[in-house]
Nanobody, 127 residues
Framework: QVQVVESGGALVNTGDSLRLSCTAS????????MGWFRQAPGKEREFVAA???????????EYADSVKGRFTVSRDNAKNMLYLQMNTLKPEDTAVYYC?????????????????WGQGTQVTVSS
């Protein structure tokens, strides 16, 4: 069982920046496929970003078109931490953001690829 905990959500203004953090338990963190998803009120959960391990000890990142160029996902394997740096925030970024953990080898853009989820952290962007 992997425990996943997000933090960092807040109420911010349009154009502000915010960094979300996620910690996941387990000794294989460096090889997990890690993802960020979000769910706005009345909408389905959607993919935001993924970070997955490659066999040559590098990581591949992928982003939803709506956040590409504004959001950056990164990880610190020594701390079992995943981050989502969000810049130039917009009101449409308002949602509960979830961190997810999946096995190695997954592309990471679909929620079905993940086995463990955090409880979510609220991000509200005021106009």
């Amino acid at each position: 069982q992997v425990q996943v905990v997000e933090s960092g959500g807040a109420l911010v203004n349009t154009g502000d920046s915010l960094r979300l953090s996620c910690t996941a338990s387990g000794s294989s963190f460096s090889r997990y496929t890690m993802g960020w998803f979000r769910q706005a009120p009345g909408k389905e959960r959607e993919f935001v970003a993924a970070d997955r391990w490659n066999t040559i000890n590098t990581y591949y990142t992928e982003y939803a078109d709506s956040v590409k160029g504004r959001f950056t996902v990164s990880r610190d394997n020594a701390k079992n931490m995943l981050y989502l740096q969000m810049n130039t925030l917009k009101p449409e970024d308002t949602a509960v953001y979830y961190c997810a953990v999946g096995p190695p080898g997954r592309r990471g853009s679909a929620s079905l690829e993940y086995n463990y989820w955090g409880q979510g952290t609220q991000v509200t962007v005021s106009s």
